[in-house]
């Protein structure tokens, strides 16, 4: 729907169309003052959703969110339009700065090399995928070198998944290690056309070529490790994996891929199945170089076609698209790849006058729900011995917070450091390798940093790999290795939240989201990393007690993604113990609390992750029973269930 006939709809909604408000708290806590238009404007919007049709006890989702297709289409969300936003905002700021050689922002740190990246990306008129292989360093023979001098250099741009796996990963809060370990997942290459072509010393037909890759990963599957979590790594050291593995060269595989002129026999790694990474090694040591190595470098290119919104992956399989939307794919292209310069720009050009508002009442907020969050622990309803419950509340006392996602307390020389560890040039291929080298040269210079201060400033924030499934800056998250929770710019806007929101509209989503990610830290499978992010056995001690066993067996349905349900509801009802701690705050302000609440799951179709958004508010809801207070749901309607789960 266009902006325009948007807010007609919304002006066409009368104050005197809405239920009573007159009792509503009009107060701004945490601001000198909040403009009543913003709100007034919000609350239209929120009742322009419902359905007065719909008995909320019966249905609060249909209820809440019964207009919201009729209004906003088919497959849009909140979410979704939050982020179109912040990628338009990114296109208007490249277009701008084309069109004025003389804007300021041409002078900000990366800029310029973001303008150039984001001018490849939208020139591209088809994927060629030889130009890839030609921007890499000088390769070793194909038809002689050892297999893992290719690997080891494909290594340097993040790719490590077939043969063995030498990769370096964010370890706790304040640590990345290097992990070594076999494949651990059943191989499987498409190899198409376009790949193919762009192989050197095609010796074979394309067929040809994919049964002898076809027939040397029946030969991989068989020594792969089996795909189950990595809960089985080892601390050795480069000497132990040497003497137990001595058929491989490890100093020069890890000095190429890791760019060291050297690594000490005592340096430390995480090792996972070393007998598994030895039968594995004997094996390809025994084949043919060339197959291994044009298999490498097949599956590297297919790796890069498949990286989250890669341009030359949409393109490889269906028609060019239209100059807006290749601008849009480069955007959301360059916000997964480029992730410490985007969000620079983005906070430097567009955030930085908003953030000291939202940073007050945001923070807040959050500091309110530990305060109660440290009282329900106290209060140990499960019979937990006391130092696992003050191990879980010294956890939520050092949970951090991070708005943007920026790194904390830097100048501008940190960025300018940036701009000159990053190279770009003229063509998309040679700038997508450019941006992924920077990446992982950066994790790999971290693991090896001595500096705490200077390490301590990547650590306030989490800079996300290129290769992440998802958006992950959709929607906040808590992030288990560094114990904290991060606010994407995407939430810190309209429609889920403002600085001069009134307190229903406030706590109703902002308080529920940061609630929803403090609980995580407390789900069946991430209440076992500690205060700093490393692995105890808090579960193991959990399931000892049956009231605890109890409480999550209640909950557990196996259609459901259980580590989002137990977040859902017992976000939720930290949030509202949070706020609504007396029955006369709860109904003069409850309305606009729930609604509030229910306008971040309209639309949502769920994911492997989630559930429907339907599925998840009124789930959450029914084991709320001041919601059923609020609504007079009666005991037993599907609003008030009968049965309620005493997760935390």
Known sequence: MERGLWLLLLLSISIEAMPPTHHLNQSCPYQNQCNPAINWQHIRRLESYVRRDVDPCVDFYAYACGNWRRIHGEGGTATTISEAQINQRFEDLFL?????????????????????????????????LRQYLQHLPPLPSLDTSHWMQLVSILGRYGYHDHYVQIEVRHHNISQHMIFIQPHNHIL???????IYEALPQRHLCFHQLKDMFNRLEVHLNRLAKPNIADDSFHNLTLEEIRRRVPELDWLGALKRQLNRSSVNADHSFQVDELSAIRQLILYLNRQDRLLLNLYSLARF????????HNPLGRQ???????????????????RRTLYLPMIYAYERVYYAQQRPSDERVIHSVFTELKDQL???????????????????????????????????????????????????????HENH???????YSLTAELEDNPDATEKALWYSFNNHSPDLTDNIDATPYFYCLGNIIIIPYSYAQLPFYHSEFWP????????NTLGHEMMHAFDTDLVDYDVQGNMRDYSEQLQQQPLYVEAVKCLNDSSVVLN????????SRLAFRTYMKDSQSRQSNGRYYFLQFSHFFCGDEGDRYHDMGSTRLNYALSQMPQFAEYFQCARGTPMNSATQCQFW
């Open 96 to 128: 701008r700065l084309l069109q004025d050689p003389r804007a300021p922002e041409h002078g900000y740190p990366m800029q310029q090399k973001l303008l150039s990246h984001y001018q490849s990306c939208t020139a591209l008129t088809s994927p060629n």
């Open 188 to 194: 499987s290459l498409n190899l198409t056309r376009e």
């Open 301 to 308: 290119l297919s790796h890069l076609l498949k990286l989250p």
């Open 316 to 334: 490889s399989s269906s028609p060019l698209e239209s100059s807006k939307s290749l601008s849009i794919a480069c955007i959301r292209h360059m």
């Open 374 to 428: 440290v009282q329900t622990l106290d209060q140990n309803n499960f019979n937990l011995n006391r130092g696992l419950v003050e191990a879980l509340q010294t956890k939520v006392l050092g949970m951090r917070l991070n708005v943007g996602n920026v790194p904390r307390n830097v100048t501008e020389d940190f960025f300018w450091a940036a701009d000159r560890n990053w190279n770009v040039g003229h063509d998309f």
């Open 433 to 439: 390798l450019n941006s992924l080298l920077y990446y």
């Open 504 to 511: 229903a509209m406030l706590y109703g989503d902002l308080a």
């Open 564 to 571: 989002e349900r137990t977040s859902d509801v017992s976000g």
